[in-house]
């Protein structure tokens, strides 16, 4: 179809066009690997496979706005289609073919359909951008430390990304639409919609329809290689970098890495935490250049929800602004010529954080925004020593008496008292099958005694031999590490350990904890440690018992409604247990909007409870409180002692007779338990 000087024309411009495009992509590249070393390739095989899958069906994308995101997957699926129809294109140009009859039949009708919801995609997606419903969801409260870049560069991105997508794929459906006006090749049943867009070629002379075929071939395909070299800066650079992101993401995301093996490697560091981009891990500034700017991750913040400075999407889209800007001298190894905390984030937005994973688990490319806000709190804290005051009495009681309440070990037995039986510890019962690992907040805090009471009374009943580690157990450190505070985290793990390795010496044990944060450092970050442990959840435990009939229950009447703690529910994955032991209870389960891995925060993860919540229009735990009464549930059951202090504290707010009452899983248990005629004359707390 081309002339020679076309021809000509066009491979001139394709070498320009990946001359520029690819040395704006080596450079994003070289930015990438500027970060620090992470490990990120085992199971390559099983990682590349999962990314490719989530990519094709695109479940991490429909997780939220379902008629947005089939907008969404009309482009994306005509995109990854077109790379083949843009190819035969190029080759229709180039060689006297036509890729019409027999096998392109179908190929055709794919493709004419697919041009034609790409259109539909892109033109929904740019009056939901541009509309009042979507100048709302990309906003940012006025708070919220923002590039001074972004508010205007945002708008303008996206109206030249949908304006190539709807320049290409429209002249490629004009190119089609002319051809079929040709009476050389006339229309074609297997392109249905070009062959209808003919119809607005009906007043061209006949001759010149081939005149229209080439200009629409050209805006085509040249628009593609016109577009190439601004690809890397514009947000559609996620096309390729979504997928590998979603490879490298962490399987468990809100698990940490220390950032040293053993204290003595610690003591060669001359650098804590994140201060400037450079001082992230590569996979850190990789996900900068895979986010989408979609704003999911704000939406579901319970920072930015309750009208704090807290975007977790603007820190990514800040640091790729900046990423842009600085990125020829930043690819060649040059320092970054500001902190982050001067375009990216602020004290108050870092404090804000409560480490909830609900960023990550809604994101539709896999970032971990998270991970950003705990890398800058390291550094705040071990390099600059400046964080809230607060924490640091909290710090000193861990330091000091291996608890945040600051309360001695000859008190942490005192949750006992008043049980009808001997709690015994491993050293009384090295043989034990059990290990209740009780926790700080059961062991001090009179409220979660009651917890902490309660549960012993099902391992008592259920007739399993159990043991605590009494004045030995020693606070996990999670406060400590979602703080910033690293080095306390790795003295608190080190010694338990050592304690836990050496309880575990005459019989291997089941470690049981009614606390989440408990539950996922024991798990999941004591591993690096040296400490390899089979841990569960009591709601867990409790559903395992029931199910083996060693507990009994006695069906109650009543309504419930349950509150996910984030540290189980997301982090972690346990959510049908708890709800099998209410479903035993016999009480009616009622759940809130937002339950399951998509519960919201009760406010006081990552760190927060040591501290004054940032200022905001209302506490998290508000939020979230409202919401589970709005179910109109007489009994809120959580899994969590830092949640039931945290809705209790609403609950307190409320005239009298009017709040619900705030239960652990465990104390609805107890409550209709059915108990062994030997040990029915035995009290209850």
Same mark, same amino acid.
């Given at each position: 179809?081309?002339?020679?000087?076309?021809? $000509? @024309?066009? /491979? #001139?411009?394709? %070498?320009?066009?990946?001359?520029?495009? +690819?040395?704006?992509?080596? *450079?994003?590249?070289? =930015?990438?690997?500027?970060?620090?070393?992470?490990?990120?390739?085992?199971?390559?095989?099983?990682?590349?496979?999962?990314?490719?899958?989530?990519?094709?069906?695109?479940?991490?994308?429909?997780?939220?706005?379902?008629?947005?995101?089939?907008?969404?997957?009309?482009?994306?699926?005509?995109?990854?289609?077109?790379?083949?129809?843009?190819?035969?294109?190029?080759?229709?140009?180039?060689?006297?073919?036509?890729?019409?009859?027999?096998?392109?039949?179908?190929?055709?009708? $794919? @493709?004419? /359909? #697919?041009?034609? %919801?790409?259109?539909?995609?892109?033109? +929904?997606?740019?009056?939901? *951008?541009?509309?009042? =419903?979507?100048?709302?969801?990309?906003?940012?409260?006025?708070?919220?430390?923002?590039?001074?870049?972004?508010?205007?560069?945002?708008?303008?991105?996206?109206?030249?990304?949908?304006?190539?997508?709807?320049?290409?794929?429209?002249?490629?459906?004009?190119?089609?639409?002319?051809?079929?006006?040709?009476?050389?090749?006339?229309?074609?049943?297997?392109?249905?919609?070009?062959?209808?867009?003919?119809?607005?070629?009906?007043?061209?002379?006949?001759?010149?329809?081939?005149?229209?075929?080439?200009?629409?071939?050209?805006?085509?395909?040249?628009?593609?290689?016109?577009?190439?070299?601004?690809?890397?800066?514009?947000?559609?650079?996620?096309?390729?970098?979504?997928?590998?992101?979603?490879?490298?993401?962490?399987?468990?995301?809100?698990?940490?890495?220390?950032?040293?093996?053993?204290?003595?490697?610690?003591?060669?560091?001359?650098?804590?935490?994140?201060?400037?981009?450079?001082?992230?891990?590569?996979?850190?500034?990789?996900?900068?250049?895979?986010?989408?700017?979609?704003?999911?991750?704000?939406?579901?913040?319970?920072?930015?929800?309750?009208?704090?400075?807290?975007?977790?999407?603007?820190?990514?889209?800040?640091?790729?602004?900046?990423?842009?800007?600085?990125?020829?001298?930043?690819?060649?190894?040059?320092?970054?010529?500001?902190?982050?905390?001067?375009?990216?984030?602020?004290?108050?937005?870092?404090?804000?954080?409560?480490?909830?994973?609900?960023?990550?688990?809604?994101?539709?490319?896999?970032?971990?925004?998270?991970?950003?806000?705990?890398?800058?709190?390291?550094?705040?804290?071990?390099?600059?020593?400046?964080?809230?005051?607060?924490?640091?009495?909290?710090?000193?009681?861990?330091?000091?008496?291996?608890?945040?309440?600051?309360?001695?070990?000859?008190?942490?037995?005192?949750?006992?008292?008043?049980?009808?039986?001997?709690?015994?510890?491993?050293?009384?019962?090295?043989?034990?099958?059990?290990?209740?690992?009780?926790?700080?907040?059961?062991?001090?805090?009179?409220?979660?005694?009651?917890?902490?009471?309660?549960?012993?009374?099902?391992?008592?009943?259920?007739?399993?031999?159990?043991?605590?580690?009494?004045?030995?157990?020693?606070?996990?450190?999670?406060?400590?590490?979602?703080?910033?505070?690293?080095?306390?985290?790795?003295?608190?793990?080190?010694?338990?350990?050592?304690?836990?390795?050496?309880?575990?010496?005459?019989?291997?044990?089941?470690?049981?904890?009614?606390?989440?944060?408990?539950?996922?450092?024991?798990?999941?970050?004591?591993?690096?440690?040296?400490?390899?442990?089979?841990?569960?959840?009591?709601?867990?435990?409790?559903?395992?018992?029931?199910?083996?009939?060693?507990?009994?229950?006695?069906?109650?009447?009543?309504?419930?409604?349950?509150?996910?703690?984030?540290?189980?529910?997301?982090?972690?994955?346990?959510?049908?247990?708890?709800?099998?032991?209410?479903?035993?209870?016999?009480?009616?389960?009622?759940?809130?909007?937002?339950?399951?891995?998509?519960?919201?925060?009760?406010?006081?993860?990552?760190?927060?409870?040591?501290?004054?919540?940032?200022?905001?229009?209302?506490?998290?735990?508000?939020?979230?409180?409202?919401?589970?009464?709005?179910?109109?549930?007489?009994?809120?059951?959580?899994?969590?002692?830092?949640?039931?202090?945290?809705?209790?504290?609403?609950?307190?707010?409320?005239?009298?007779?009017?709040?619900?009452?705030?239960?652990?899983?465990?104390?609805?248990?107890?409550?209709?338990?059915?108990?062994?005629?030997?040990?029915?004359?035995?009290?209850?707390?």
């Amino acid at each position: 179809m081309l002339t020679t000087p076309e021809k $000509i @024309a066009f /491979l #001139l411009l394709v %070498l320009a066009s990946l001359y520029f495009g +690819g040395g704006a992509l080596l *450079r994003v590249y070289r =930015a990438i690997r500027r970060g620090q070393p992470e490990d990120r390739f085992d199971n390559l095989p099983a990682r590349l496979g999962r990314a490719l899958w989530q990519t094709l069906t695109m479940q991490t994308v429909f997780k939220k706005r379902p008629w947005v995101s089939l907008l969404h997957a009309f482009v994306f699926y005509g995109f990854v289609f077109y790379l083949t129809v843009n190819l035969v294109d190029v080759l229709e140009g180039f060689f006297p073919f036509k890729a019409r009859g027999g096998f392109w039949n179908g190929y055709n009708l $794919i @493709a004419d /359909l #697919l041009t034609a %919801l790409i259109l539909v995609g892109i033109v +929904g997606l740019l009056i939901r *951008r541009y509309s009042g =419903a979507g100048r709302k969801t990309f906003q940012w409260n006025e708070k919220t430390p923002l590039h001074e870049k972004v508010r205007q560069g945002i708008p303008t991105d996206s109206a030249i990304v949908g304006s190539f997508i709807l320049f290409h794929v429209g002249s490629r459906l004009l190119h089609k639409a002319a051809q079929a006006a040709n009476l050389d090749y006339g229309p074609d049943p297997f392109q249905p919609v070009a062959s209808l867009a003919s119809a607005i070629f009906l007043w061209v002379d006949v001759d010149r329809i081939v005149i229209f075929e080439h200009v629409f071939w050209w805006f085509a395909i040249g628009s593609i290689l016109l577009f190439i070299p601004y690809f890397a800066r514009s947000k559609h650079i996620h096309l390729f970098l979504a997928p590998l992101n979603l490879a490298f993401k962490k399987e468990k995301p809100g698990a940490l890495l220390p950032i040293a093996k053993d204290f003595e490697e610690l003591e060669k560091l001359e650098k804590f935490g994140v201060a400037r981009l450079e001082d992230f891990s590569w996979p850190r500034l990789l996900d900068a250049y895979s986010c989408i700017m979609c704003n999911r991750c704000q939406e579901v913040c319970p920072a930015y929800t309750t009208g704090k400075a807290l975007s977790p999407a603007a820190i990514l889209i800040s640091e790729r602004y900046e990423l842009n800007q600085i990125l020829p001298d930043f690819a060649a190894g040059k320092e970054s010529p500001r902190p982050l905390m001067d375009f990216a984030m602020n004290e108050e937005s870092i404090w804000a954080c409560t480490t909830c994973n609900a960023c990550i688990e809604v994101c539709p490319v896999g970032n971990e925004q998270m991970l950003h806000i705990l890398d800058v709190r390291r550094e705040r804290v071990m390099m600059q020593g400046e964080f809230p005051a607060q924490l640091n009495n909290a710090f000193k009681g861990m330091e000091r008496n291996g608890n945040p309440w600051n309360l001695g070990a000859d008190k942490r037995m005192g949750w006992t008292e008043g049980l009808p039986f001997e709690v015994q510890t491993v050293a009384q019962n090295p043989e034990a099958e059990v290990l209740y690992w009780v926790g700080c907040a059961p062991s001090y805090d009179p409220r979660a005694q009651k917890t902490a009471r309660a549960f012993a009374e099902i391992l008592h009943e259920s007739g399993v031999s159990w043991a605590v580690l009494g004045k030995e157990e020693k606070c996990t450190g999670d406060a400590a590490r979602r703080a910033g505070n690293e080095f306390l985290f790795m003295q608190l793990a080190t010694e338990n350990v050592e304690t836990l390795n050496a309880a575990m010496e005459a019989k291997p044990k089941t470690i049981v904890t009614t606390c989440p944060h408990c539950f996922h450092t024991l798990a999941n970050e004591y591993k690096d440690f040296g400490g390899q442990y089979t841990v569960k959840h009591h709601s867990d435990y409790i559903a395992e018992l029931i199910d083996a009939k060693k507990l009994e229950m006695i069906p109650m009447a009543g309504e419930v409604t349950y509150h996910d703690p984030c540290y189980l529910g997301r982090h972690n994955g346990v959510i049908a247990e708890p709800r099998q032991v209410i479903q035993a209870t016999g009480l009616k389960l009622h759940e809130p909007g937002r339950h399951g891995k998509e519960s919201f925060c009760c406010g006081a993860g990552g760190a927060q409870f040591w501290k004054e919540e940032e200022p905001g229009n209302e506490r998290v735990s508000t939020n979230r409180y409202r919401e589970l009464k709005g179910t109109g549930a007489h009994t809120i059951a959580v899994g969590c002692p830092f949640c039931m202090q945290m809705m209790n504290l609403e609950a307190t707010q409320e005239p009298e007779g009017q709040a619900p009452r705030v239960l652990d899983i465990s104390e609805l248990v107890v409550q209709n338990l059915k108990r062994q005629p030997a040990k029915a004359g035995e009290a209850t707390d």
